[in-house]
């Protein structure tokens, strides 16, 4: 079973879309393992996208990511990064296939709504960034 981070970015809790997203998940029967709202702080904004630290955008992806709370989830599935990126469309919303979570409550490639991990290596590092391995409950 693969494990991937999910995060409801700001202007997806500002939005009130949380309960349809984790009906999502829950539809496309990942096992939901931990879930917390928080609020990042500009350090924790900046290591997370720390990859994008040199590019010109980092500063108001960072902006944008500590301007209100999010929703970290720790999801698991058998290929649970592919499916997943799959589920929330591509980056920029126009882009997104009908029926995904960004087509559907994205705005634009800034604010579009939710994070999911890249490669597996990459969500078991993001999990860990937000939850311990006790915090973590398989439904086993």
């Not at 991937?4 to 809790?13: E, F, N, R, S, Y």
């Not at 939901?32 to 900046?46: D, N, P, S, V």
Request: glycine share 8%; charged share 30%; net charge negative.
């Amino acid at each position: 079973m693969e494990r991937t981070l999910c995060i409801i970015k700001p202007d997806g809790v500002r939005n009130k879309v949380i309960g349809k997203i984790v009906s999502r998940i829950e539809d496309e029967q990942f096992t939901i393992l931990g879930m917390k709202r928080i609020r990042l702080t500009e350090a924790m904004a900046q290591d997370f996208y720390s990859i994008h630290s040199e590019r010109p955008f980092f500063g108001e992806l960072v902006d944008y990511m500590t301007s209100g709370p999010v929703v970290v989830i720790a999801l698991e599935h058998e290929s649970a990064v592919n499916h997943w990126r799959t589920v929330i469309g591509a980056t920029n919303p126009q882009d997104a296939d009908e029926g995904t979570i960004r087509k559907l409550y994205g705005k634009d490639i800034s604010e579009n709504v939710v994070h999911g991990s890249d490669s597996v290596e990459n969500g078991r590092l993001e999990i860990s960034k937000f939850f311990t391995e006790t915090e973590l409950i398989a439904q086993r």
